[in-house]
């Protein structure tokens, strides 16, 4: 999922040599940009294909998207609930989806997830997934924490990784700080650069 404004990230209006800042899923984490980045894990994960979900916000990304050899699902850009829906009756289900704000995505999270689905699900298919991490990691981390709920007791995050299937949607709790790290501000920007180090 790539095609949302960035408006919170680029509010920080420019970087350090006063030129604007690239669209969010472009901006670079440790010499990559974050999309290139999401990209070469999906590609290393089981993941059997890969999209882009873009939308008419994003069209700089769009076209890294199609550079990289990636097959963009055009979304109208109506908030990412509503584009994900496009995206899905594309794609079809069962599917994987990850924000391109998660920079330090790693193989393993995503063929966890999937693996985790599959274990959940029934012998009709893997069921739909969240994975979350504990919102104090992520305080305690210095990310921002911008949507959280209750589970189990305690407050959760949702990391953007989710398998989205036809089954109830379930929660799958990590403490893999690098899933906690989603770069919405540039306090997070800084954070995810300190982690790839």
């Known amino acids: 999922m790539c095609g949302g404004r960035g408006t919170r990230l680029r509010a920080a ?6 030129a604007d800042r690239p669209e969010k899923p472009l901006v670079e984490v440790g010499g990559a940009s974050m999309l290139s980045r999401i990209v070469d894990a999906l590609r290393e994960s ?15 990304t769009a076209e890294h998207a199609r550079e990289l050899s990636i097959p963009t699902v055009e979304t109208p850009g109506d908030g990412y609930v509503a584009d994900l829906r496009v995206a899905l009756a594309e794609t079809g289900r ?11 995505l790693a193989a393993e999270h995503v063929d966890d997830a999937v693996a985790e689905a599959r274990r959940r699900g029934t012998g009709d298919g893997p069921t739909s997934l969240t994975v979350c ?6 305080r305690r981390l210095g990310a921002s924490v911008d949507t959280a709920f209750d589970h189990g ?12 299937a036809d089954g109830d949607d379930t929660v799958a709790l990590t403490y893999d700080a ?20």
């Open 94 to 104: 069962p599917a994987v989806t990850v924000p391109a704000d998660l920079p330090l």
């Open 133 to 138: 991490v504990p919102a104090a990691l992520k």
């Open 46 to 60: 089981r993941a059997e294909a890969v999209h882009a979900a873009v939308s008419p916000h994003a069209p700089d």
């Open 178 to 197: 690098r899933l906690a790290v989603n770069v919405n501000r540039p306090e997070d920007l800084e954070l995810a650069e300190a982690l790839c180090d």
């Open 13 to 18: 209006a420019s970087d350090d040599h006063g």
């Open 153 to 164: 007791g305690q407050p959760v995050a949702p990391t953007g990784v989710n398998v989205v």
